[in-house]
């Protein structure tokens, strides 16, 4: 029996000049979107225990932080706020002078160039934590759909290029789409973390936002062991 095999792909692996030439997938600056974490009514920088090296920026070094960054050759950034303000919805963020609205100016105004993607949620600025605002326990979808939709017709306003919706609630895109269109921000873009699992590895980026949640957000986060309801989220 001959077993010498006729089709050798290891020929096409055999040098690192064959490799190169054969490459599909390649990962580029461009590729990755910089997140920042951003405090109100502080003046030195904060280490962030549970994300070894990346520190909370205070906002008055806000502008400095992304003309570093715009140096480095990053052209996407993802703030996301520590706020001071906090209130059972989380109101902060769908006001004009309000942390969000402030960090995309800041950034915007240091650097034009860089396009900005705020997080569009909540639990950074709940005094309870959960992604949208609680009724009977339970995080109340439509309210804080309602809500999504402020927040976000006040980060396009204040210049946001891109929006990062990641409350998990039914129907979110769509009425951030329509709300923002209705605004007269059609060119505004969504970048949906659409299948978000409950998942401890969230623990570190609670810690790093300082996040007053207790317990989970398995109401509204997917479930891992359904990948029905994960495609149908989609
Ligand atoms: N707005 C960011 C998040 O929702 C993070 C996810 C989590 O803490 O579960």
Redesign the pocket.
Known sequence: MNITPLRRLRRLRSSEVMRDLLRESHLLLNDLIHPIFIEEQIDQVVPISTLPGINRIPEGCLADEVKQLYALGIRYVMP?GISHTKDAQGSDTWNDNGLLARMVKTIKSAVPEMMVIP?I?F??YTDHGH?GVMQNNKVCNDITVENLVKQSVTAAKAGADMLAP???MDGQVKAIRLGLDAAGFQDVAILA?SA?F??SF?GP??AA?D?E?SGD?KGY?LVFWSSTTGHLTL
Request: contains cysteine; hydrophobic residues 35%; positive net charge.
């Open positions: 996301f997080d949620c639990c950074e992604c990641s409350a998990m973390h978000k409950a998942s969230y980026f609670r936002v996040s949640l957000r986060q």
